[in-house]
């Protein structure tokens, strides 16, 4: 039977598709599955907590802004933001297609838990790079990206760890796990009897 939700721990170079397009690989790689569908999406070169479902309904209720579900990001940027930056970001900045709203931010005193990317993010030697915990409502194109970029520290590395009560919690990159749609659509915390991960052993590695 397929279950009405599902978290997955999208890797790096991983389309929010089934199909794989040019150099990127599709999620058929790591969750073979019929009848689920993507519920809000996540860029290629973005990591982290994607959701799908069989549930139309909950899949709306998951993509549209309307309902402002809140998303976790842990960002990594290039430099360590100052308060002024972090100010920025919780008061809104403005981006070309306008201001956003109001957001969460906080510097980060050591790394989320997550492991090394594939392939491994451009660092340089003379400049230090720091993680961001930032909470928006919003699901503007490459968001993040624009919002660090914009108060002067670009995103090396992007992380989605959590899309209202659900988050990365025992997901290995690559993984996904079953979950109970109806502490979801509460607002309930994530269940702890849920199924075990499970991992795609036919998963293959981005193309260069």
């Known amino acids: 039977m397929t279950p009405h939700l599902i978290r997955f721990n999208k890797p790096y170079g991983v389309l929010s598709q089934f199909t794989a397009?040019?150099?990127w690989q599709g999620l058929?790689?790591?969750?073979?599955l019929p009848g689920v569908y993507v519920a809000g999406r996540l860029d290629a070169d973005s990591e982290g907590l994607l959701l799908l479902t069989s549930d139309g309904k909950l899949q709306a209720r998951?993509?549209?802004p309307r309902f402002k579900m809140e998303k976790t990001y842990w960002v990594q940027v290039e430099g360590i933001p100052d308060e002024a930056a972090l100010a920025a970001l919780r008061s809104g900045v403005v981006l070309n297609d306008g201001p956003t709203l109001p957001a969460r931010a906080r510097l980060l005193q050591d790394a989320p838990p997550?492991?090394?990317r594939n392939p491994p993010i451009r660092?340089?030697?003379a400049i230090p790079t720091a993680w961001l915990e930032l909470i928006i409502r919003e699901g503007r194109n490459r968001q993040v990206r624009r919002m660090t970029a914009a108060v002067g520290y670009p995103t090396l590395r992007l992380?989605?760890?959590a899309i209202g009560p659900y988050t990365l919690q025992g997901l290995a990159s690559g993984d996904w796990?079953?979950?109970d749609a109806e502490a979801y659509a509460a607002g309930a915390p994530m269940r702890r009897d849920s199924a075990e991960p499970r991992a795609n052993?036919?998963?293959?590695r981005p193309s260069a």
């Open 21 to 23: 397009e040019g150099k």
């Open 28 to 32: 058929k790689d790591y969750i073979d």
């Open 62 to 64: 998951i993509s549209d």
């Open 114 to 116: 997550v492991g090394p």
């Open 123 to 125: 660092e340089r030697i």
């Open 159 to 161: 992380v989605r760890a």
């Open 177 to 179: 796990a079953a979950e």
């Open 201 to 204: 052993r036919k998963a293959r």
